[in-house]
């Protein structure tokens, strides 16, 4: 019985049938030619095998035969794109697909390729699972669930034409359109899209085979899609309503209150919100309606402003003078007037250059100084000095007996009204005059800064000739 004991192999590490088949698969077993021998011999190792061999080899066989097991599973991987549920009728079939390992009849065909000499076999799922996985790594549950996933999703689309694409590109719909689309319309699209992808992804999991529902889903799905590209269609043509640029623009800068107003008007632009849409397309469209409304006072807008929301015009008393007034005090002061309502303010040539500032041309900056010169003196002020270098112009107050200083620039983009209207242009400089872009100097900070500003142009001047 001692002997018998010592002798007997150790319950569970007997190798089954099936291992045996992988093993003269598989390249490992070619390092092993006692093995290799033992197995031609016998076809197995039963235990009345194991107790015939020489103790040596049974040491041997003892203590690497799992570990040589091993190895040979891991020569092969799972071929995933080759997996094959074959239905339902599996175990009824004329011609039944076997096991290449243990011989049963399968439900679930997977295939596995060995590394080294590239032969395939064709294993069941008791075979499979827990032994061996694809190249990346997934394993054999894992390429059944894909397959079957794969499986259903070819189905549904075979049946739902289209289904596939609506599912997982939905949202974008809104992108291909021209128009911002009413909250009315879009909603019960998004509604309708969200319990279409939960039916289908029910379905593609497995957890749901009655079609029905998505049926009805997808039905509920595509009418709300029509609603929402028809409304594109009929309306994109329409001055007033809102296009998907105009919202993207009101996104990026965080107008979602003006956002909410258009949805509430079912996107059609209003008085409300005319003026603060700053979308450059949508500004440029507007230039022809402005004039038609400006031709009557002798104003005419040239183009959208490169960089501003706002549009560069001049008027015919004076065309040489470039100016320019912004969209949002143009919309909110004349914008009722397109559509045929009664402007905040009426609309005149003076109100409209009241309310714009300099476009800083070489001529428009020498005409606007000009009328600065001229006018000047009936504020009791005169210009002690034009300092082109540092860009300032300095004024002599001599009620007070003080120097007053700003930038040159700046005073003729500020005041650029007072070369068309002189009395309202006065009123404007005498309040800029006031504001906190004017400095007041003393008759020696004056020179002091006149002998720095000499400085630096001489430095500059040297500079040059080295």
């Known amino acids: 019985m001692a002997r018998k004991k010592e002798n007997s192999f150790q319950q569970g590490l007997l190798p089954h049938k099936k291992e045996v088949k992988l093993l003269f698969l598989s390249k490992i077993l070619n390092e092993y030619e006692d093995l290799r021998q033992i197995l031609i011999r016998h076809g197995s190792i039963s235990q009345d095998v ?21 190895q040979a599973e891991n020569e092969w991987f799972i071929v995933d794109d080759e997996y094959e549920d074959l239905g339902e ?66 189905y549904l689309e075979g049946k739902f034409e289209g289904i596939v694409d609506a599912v997982n590109n939905g949202d974008r719909i809104f992108d291909s359109l021209k128009l911002m689309v009413p909250d009315s319309i879009k909603q019960p699209y998004y509604q309708a899209e969200k319990s279409l992808v939960e039916r289908y992804e029910r379905y593609i999991a497995g957890k749901e085979n009655d079609i029905d ?139 409209v250059v009241m309310n714009s500032t300099l476009y800083q041309t070489p001529q428009s900056l020498r005409l606007v100084m000009q009328a ?40 003729a983009e500020r005041n650029a009204p007072i070369a068309l209207y002189r009395d309202e242009g006065l009123k404007a400089l005498k309040k800029y005059l006031k504001g906190d872009n004017v400095v007041t100097l003393t008759h020696d900070e004056l020179e002091k800064q006149k002998e720095a500003a000499w400085g630096f142009k001489e430095s500059q001047r040297l500079d040059r000739r080295r």
């Open 372 to 411: 600065i010169r001229s006018y000047v003196r009936l504020l009791g002020l005169e210009v002690e000095g034009v300092y082109e270098d540092i860009q300032r112009i300095v004024f002599y107050d001599k009620k007070n007996f003080e120097y007053v200083q700003t930038d040159l620039h700046l005073l």
């Open 89 to 154: 009728d599996w175990d009824i079939k004329p011609l039944p697909i076997h096991c290449d390992l243990c011989g049963e009849k399968l439900r679930y065909k997977h295939c596995i390729q060995n590394k080294f000499s590239d032969k395939k076999i064709i294993v069941g799922g008791t075979c499979v699972k827990g032994r061996f996985t694809t190249l990346d790594g997934k394993s054999a549950d894992k390429v059944q669930e894909e397959q079957s996933r794969l499986r259903r999703r070819v």
């Open 213 to 351: 529902e998505l049926q009805a889903a997808w039905v509920r799905f595509n009418s709300t899609r029509s609603l929402v590209i028809d409304y594109d269609q009929k309306n994109k043509g329409k001055q007033w309503k809102a296009t998907l640029k105009i919202e993207k623009d009101l996104r990026g800068q965080g107008k979602d209150d003006v956002i909410e107003l258009l949805h509430q008007e079912e996107c059609e632009i209003i008085p409300l919100t005319l003026y603060r849409i700053e979308e450059t397309t949508f500004l440029k469209s507007l230039i022809p309606l402005w004039n038609s409304y400006l031709a009557d006072i002798g104003i005419k807008i040239d183009r959208l402003h490169e960089a501003l929301p706002s549009y560069i015009f001049s008027h015919k008393k004076m065309s040489s003078l470039t100016l320019q007034i912004s969209h949002k005090v143009m919309g909110l002061n004349f914008g009722n007037l397109l559509f045929d309502g009664q402007s905040l303010e009426e609309l005149t040539a003076q109100n």
């Open 50 to 70: 194991f107790d015939t061999l020489p103790v040596d080899k049974q040491k041997f066989l003892r203590s690497s035969i799992r570990a040589i097991l091993t």
